[in-house]
Each structure stands twice: as C-alpha cells, then as structure tokens.
C-alpha cells in the first residue's frame, strides 16, 4: 500500500487534479487531505470517483449515510491541552490578561480559546483573555501586530492558534512576556517565558488509519482523540512556570487524561447569554462541540462575520 500526503494548494481545480494525480500516477490508496476546507466538496467528489482509495480529511464532519464510506474525516481533542496551558498562564499572569491571536473563526479554533480561558478562569475568574483575529492560517505581519497589540494592552500571556506559532512566540519573548505554544513545542525560541503548549501527535490517528488499510480493516471514517487517546500532549513545563504552577498543570493533566469533561453547564457567551444549561455537560465526543459558534465568558473580543 502506497500512503501519500496531499500537499497544501489554494486553488479549488488544483486541489482535486492532484489528488487524481496521486491516485493514477503514484497509485495512492490512502490518501491524507490535511487542509481545513478540503473536505466539502474536493475530497467527497474525489472519493465518489475512486471507491477503492481511502481518503481521510483533518477535521470536517463524516456523517453515516451522507458521506462516501471510503472517506472520513479524523481530528483530536486539542482543547483539553488548551486548558491546561490556562490553568499554567492562570497561575502566572499576575495582570490577569491573557492574549490569543487566532486565525480563522471554525469551530476547532473558539473550542481552543474558549479552553483556554476556561482553563485560566478555573484558577482565578476575574481573569479575562483578550483574542484578536488574523482572518488567515499564515500571516506573519498581522501576528507580529496582533501579538504586540495585546501586549500594550497589558497581556502578559499569549496563546495562538495560527498555522505557525513562531512569529508569536518570538514577539511575545522579544517584548519579554510568556507564552503558550501550538502545534508542536516552541521552547526554543522562548527560552525565558515559555510556559508549555498543547501539541498534536499525529502518528496516532495517522498509524490507525494506515493499519486499518494495511490489514484490511473498515475505514475509520470518523476518528477522534484526545489528551486520553495521545492524540496530543502537552509541551514539558518551561522553566519561567513556577511550581506551583506546574503542580496546577499536572493535576489538570491528569483530569484530561481521565476523560473529564470541560464545557459543563451553566455556561455562559461573552454577551451573557446561556450556550449550556445548568446539569448538561458536553463531553469531548460530543459533536456539538464540533458546531462551536461563540466565545465564553471572560474573553474579551467578537467573532468576525
């Protein structure tokens, strides 16, 4: 079997010649669509043509009797290592503003803020974070911007979820604030004020699908895992998180780990309007999450329409 990574290109015609190209020419049978919009309607209407090649898209919703069978969608719960990284900035803002610089308004990205707040508020509620939008996966002016307009405005923790953290980071180390990371670790490039930051594993996912495949096995047309699964983890607590600090980390780690749950009820928007009633908890699995359209209590910005 012969696994190929579709690589990343912007336009609509291009995105679903190359995937025919990997299947005739390279003679692809599983094929990874790894970009955010692939999914509808490029990796479908290829799937539809090609019965016998796999295709499984990062994100998206796979839906039972919609959907092809040979295709799928997998993702991980990278929320949970959010919330931790707030419970590590809580514990050492001492101006009790955090900041986010966040790409695109989807669903995966406000679950990721809105952890992130979560986990920060859990250690003290009058902490608010500050999120300031790009509107791109890759702009590396705007995040310079972004990152040091939210340090004049007295953050002293950053957070991102942007395609590369670097820029962030590096301002961020630069203006002499700490950071949480994304992605993959970015301790090196912020030696003094790293603190940690959820990272993905993806050999995970990728291994179960390429083993699916290998041996025969159904398609896993809708994967998802978390902190529990190791589908992420965490960055190792950087030298600037205090230890007490790190012992808050390791006890909410530990809860992720488990399974539990963070958005439970009553929780409120940052307009003050109910998005989960009082005794109703959303576990991770729950595909609700998937829908996410709003940002908590105690994040101070607006999502672009």
Same mark, same amino acid.
């Given at each position: 079997?012969?696994?190929?990574?579709?690589?990343?290109?912007?336009?609509?015609?291009?995105?679903?010649?190359?995937?025919?190209?990997?299947?005739?020419?390279?003679?692809?049978?599983?094929?990874?669509?790894?970009?955010?919009?692939?999914?509808?309607?490029?990796?479908?209407?290829?799937?539809?043509?090609?019965?016998?090649?796999?295709?499984?898209?990062?994100?998206?919703?796979?839906?039972?009797?919609?959907?092809?069978?040979?295709?799928?969608?997998?993702?991980?719960?990278?929320?949970?290592?959010?919330?931790?990284?707030?419970?590590?900035?809580?514990?050492?803002?001492?101006?009790?503003?955090?900041?986010?610089?966040?790409?695109?308004?989807?669903?995966?990205?406000?679950?990721?803020?809105?952890?992130?707040?979560?986990?920060?508020?859990?250690?003290?509620?009058?902490?608010?974070?500050?999120?300031?939008?790009?509107?791109?996966?890759?702009?590396?002016?705007?995040?310079?911007?972004?990152?040091?307009?939210?340090?004049?405005?007295?953050?002293?923790?950053?957070?991102?979820?942007?395609?590369?953290?670097?820029? !962030?980071?590096?301002? =961020?180390?630069?203006?002499?604030?700490?950071?949480?990371?994304?992605? @993959?670790?970015? /301790? *090196? +490039? &912020?030696?003094?004020?790293?603190?940690?930051?959820?990272?993905?594993?993806?050999?995970?996912?990728?291994?179960?699908?390429?083993?699916?495949?290998?041996?025969?096995?159904?398609?896993?047309?809708?994967?998802?895992?978390?902190?529990?699964?190791?589908? !992420?983890?965490?960055? =190792?607590?950087?030298?600037?998180?205090?230890?007490?600090?790190?012992? @808050?980390?390791? /006890? *909410? +780690? &530990?809860?992720?780990?488990?399974?539990?749950?963070?958005?439970?009820?009553?929780?409120?928007?940052?307009?003050?309007?109910?998005?989960?009633?009082?005794?109703?908890?959303?576990?991770?699995?729950?595909?609700?999450?998937?829908?996410?359209?709003?940002? !908590?209590?105690?994040?101070?910005?607006?999502?672009?329409?």
């Amino acid at each position: 079997m012969k696994v190929v990574e579709e690589e990343k290109v912007p336009e609509t015609v291009a995105v679903q010649k190359t995937m025919e190209t990997m299947i005739n020419q390279d003679k692809a049978t599983l094929i990874f669509a790894t970009s955010f919009g692939y999914f509808d309607p490029h990796m479908l209407r290829i799937a539809e043509k090609y019965p016998k090649v796999r295709f499984a898209h990062g994100g998206g919703m796979w839906t039972e009797g919609k959907h092809p069978r040979n295709a799928g969608s997998y993702f991980g719960y990278i929320d949970g290592g959010q919330y931790v990284s707030g419970v590590i900035a809580g514990h050492m803002s001492k101006s009790k503003r955090l900041g986010f610089v966040a790409a695109k308004p989807i669903p995966q990205v406000l679950r990721n803020i809105n952890a992130f707040t979560m986990g920060a508020r859990s250690v003290d509620p009058s902490i608010t974070t500050r999120v300031i939008f790009t509107g791109d996966w890759s702009m590396p002016v705007k995040e310079a911007e972004a990152t040091n307009s939210l340090i004049d405005q007295g953050v002293n923790v950053v957070n991102c979820h942007v395609d590369g953290p670097k820029v !962030v980071i590096e301002t =961020a180390e630069k203006r002499g604030i700490m950071s949480c990371g994304y992605h @993959a670790s970015q /301790a *090196a +490039l &912020a030696p003094k004020g790293y603190l940690t930051g959820a990272e993905w594993d993806w050999a995970t996912p990728y291994g179960m699908l390429v083993e699916a495949a290998r041996s025969g096995k159904p398609h896993l047309n809708f994967l998802r895992g978390g902190l529990k699964e190791g589908f !992420v983890k965490m960055s =190792a607590w950087g030298a600037a998180a205090s230890p007490k600090a790190r012992q @808050a980390g390791d /006890a *909410a +780690l &530990a809860s992720m780990k488990k399974g539990d749950s963070i958005f439970k009820g009553p929780l409120k928007d940052n307009k003050g309007g109910t998005v989960i009633p009082a005794g109703t908890t959303l576990e991770m699995t729950n595909v609700e999450l998937e829908k996410m359209n709003y940002l !908590v209590e105690g994040v101070l910005g607006s999502i672009p329409s």
